[in-house]
Nanobody, 114 residues
Framework: QVQLVESGGGLVQPGGSLRLSCAAS????????MGWYRQAPGKQRELVAQ???????NYADSVKGRFTISRDLAKNTVYLQMNNLKPEDTAVYYC????????WGQGTQVTVSS
């Protein structure tokens, strides 16, 4: 069992930045990919960003050019740098792993509001 702990969420004004962290209790190299989902009330949970074992990345169209996913293998941590935040980015952000096993973090709230 791998535990994922998200941190870095909070309240930020439009145009501001936040950096989310996902700290894993085991080696993140064990997974084919890791990434971030988000979910706002009344909306489907959506994939925001993903990074593979080979360091390939992909992003939702809504965040391209604004968000950057990265990882630090030494710290077993995945990050999501979020710049130029918009109110529509408001959601609970969840860290997730992919194959061979899927794990979810408990989420961290991001609120973008003036």
């Amino acid at each position: 069992q791998v535990q994922l702990v998200e941190s870095g969420g909070g309240l930020v004004q439009p145009g501001g930045s936040l950096r989310l962290s996902c700290a894993a209790s085991g080696s993140i190299s064990s997974f084919n990919a890791m990434g971030w989902y988000r979910q706002a009330p009344g909306k489907q949970r959506e994939l925001v960003a993903q990074i593979t074992r080979g360091d390939n990345t992909n992003y939702a169209d809504s965040v391209k050019g604004r968000f950057t996913i990265s990882r630090d293998l030494a710290k077993n941590t995945v990050y999501l740098q979020m710049n130029n935040l918009k109110p529509e980015d408001t959601a609970v952000y969840y860290c997730k792993t992919w194959t061979p096993l899927q794990y979810w973090g408990q989420g961290t709230q991001v609120t973008v509001s003036s």
